[in-house]
C-alpha cells in the first residue's frame, strides 16, 4: 500500500474551501487531471454518496466510481474507490488556523492493471497531481476567481 500527505494552507474560511471542494462541476477547473466528476446517486452530497471521477493519467483515459465513506460539513470526507484502475482512499481535512484554513489530504492506495506495472511511477506523479490542483485551489480561492 502506497501512502503520501499533502498540507496545504488557504487563506480563507474552512466553510468557503469545503464548498469548493464539493462544487462538483468546477473541480476540473482547479484538478486537471479530471475532465469530469458526476454524483450517481440521489439526495444531497453525504456519506454513502457515490461519484464517478473522469479524467486522464499518464496518456490514458479513465473513469472511477466513488464512494464518501465518511462526510463532516465543513470539516472532512473520505473518498474510496469502488472500482476503475485504482483502489483509492483520500481522506481530507480543513482546519481553521489564523483565519485560513489548513487543508490535509491523505492518500493511499494501490495500482491496477496497466498503470500497476508503472507503480513507483504511479505514486510519485499522483503525489504532484494533487499538489498541483490543491495550489490552483489555492490561488482560485485566494484570487476569488473560484
Known amino acids: 500500500m502506497n501512502e503520501f500527505e499533502i498540507v496545504t494552507t488557504i487563506n480563507r474560511p474552512p466553510a468557503e474551501v469545503f464548498a469548493a471542494l464539493q462544487n462538483l462541476e468546477k473541480t ?5 487531471t479530471l475532465s469530469e466528476v458526476r454524483k450517481t446517486s440521489d439526495g444531497s452530497l453525504g456519506a454513502g454518496s457515490t461519484l464517478v471521477y473522469v479524467g486522464r493519467f499518464l496518456g490514458r483515459s479513465y473513469e472511477s466510481p466513488s464512494e464518501y465513506s465518511e462526510f463532516e460539513q465543513d470539516k472532512s470526507f473520505v473518498s474510496k474507490t469502488t472500482s ?5 482512499e483520500v481522506a481530507t481535512s480543513l482546519e481553521a488556523v489564523d483565519g ?3 487543508l490535509t489530504l491523505k492518500a493511499r492506495g494501490e495500482s491496477r ?3 500497476k ?13 494533487f499538489e ?6 489555492k490561488t482560485l480561492l485566494e484570487e476569488d476567481a473560484l
Request: no cysteine; charged share 20%; aromatic share 14%.
Open 28 to 32: 476540473p477547473l482547479w484538478n486537471s
Open 100 to 102: 485560513a484554513t489548513k
Open 113 to 115: 492493471g496497466f498503470f
Open 84 to 88: 476503475g484502475p485504482f483502489d483509492l
Open 117 to 129: 506495472v508503472a507503480e513507483p511511477i504511479v505514486v510519485r506523479l499522483t503525489r504532484r497531481a
Open 132 to 137: 498541483h490542483a490543491y495550489e490552483n485551489l
